[in-house]
DNA sequence: TTCGTACCAAATAAAAATTATCTAAAGGAA
DNA sequence: TTCCTTTAGATAATTTTTATTTGGTACGAA
């Protein structure tokens, strides 16, 4: 739990009753689709609407509260901003978990609890040709 | 170019011309939505359906022909399977570039000609708690 | 305090994306 | 070729996402 009403003031963007319900919600579990993060804080608040929060989300994501983290198949989790890492995630049960990126490659392909079975890395970034357009 | 009508069947699938010709438009340029992919088949084979893409695609993802690749924000791009690799992803053209995950990640992320913005990392698996499930 | 402005939520409405249904046609084995 | 199964295409239906409109609220200037 963390003092969400500050987050959203940090990132230039106003602290509101339905944002905060949103990080709440978030928080809880760490990575929420939008139809979870939607259940959660209907029951809070009732007569929030679902438009609300897709602008939200996408506001969010925007001024750099939170990243989406795509998922092959699903729609795309949110979760609230922090150091890159990686995600362990389950084709079984859909559990996703948060995994330091600190080791080497060869260490994480390793793992002993979990039974990997596709990898999926996206670097994103600006390539070459931008790049050099950019400078002309 | 290869040989789809092969692939496809190799994979239990039957070989139609809508199938080869969606693989084919993905071959050319390696990496291609679903919109990519309807306007080039649709140039060879004007009354297709933009339906009939949409289950090809997945019978095909679902059959192990085709991989699917989130791109956050995007639609989803489709690729030809093969081995494990990483993407390259312009956030500015859009370009996906694949690269070979035989490198350590120290040496991935010292990319030199591409400007990192951000890393996703996404392993696929049965997590622990699945695992012992089976078990049981 | 009283405006004026900017921002936001909620309620629709609209648009876009995806999936389902149904019938005729095509693929492929025998 | 014949027969069975699968698939394509047309279309409808559904789901997902975005846009619009309206009214409210916060906040600073006058
Ligand atoms: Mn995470
Ligand atoms: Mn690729
Ligand atoms: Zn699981
Ligand atoms: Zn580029």
Same mark, same amino acid.
């Given at each position: 739990m963390q003092n969400f009403v500050e987050l959203l003031k940090a990132h230039g963007l106003k602290s509101t009753f339905q944002r905060v319900? !949103?990080? =709440?919600a978030i928080s809880i579990c760490g990575h929420?689709? !939008?139809? =979870? !993060?939607y259940n959660d804080v209907v029951k809070l608040h009732p007569t929030i609407?679902?438009?609300?929060?897709y602008k939200n989300l996408i506001i969010m994501k925007d001024n750099g509260v939170l990243c989406e983290v795509s998922v092959s198949g699903k729609k795309s989790k949110y979760e609230i901003k922090k150091e890159d890492h990686l995600h362990l995630i389950?084709?079984?049960c859909g559990s996703i978990?948060?995994?330091t990126l600190e080791a080497s490659f060869d260490k994480i392909v390793n793992l002993q609890d979990f039974e990997l079975q596709k990898k999926e890395i996206n670097l994103y970034g600006i390539c070459t040709k931008c790049h050099s357009q950019k400078a002309s």
């Open positions: 319900q !949103i990080l =709440e929420k689709d !939008i139809d =979870e !993060i609407s679902l438009a609300t929060v389950c084709t079984h978990e948060d995994f």
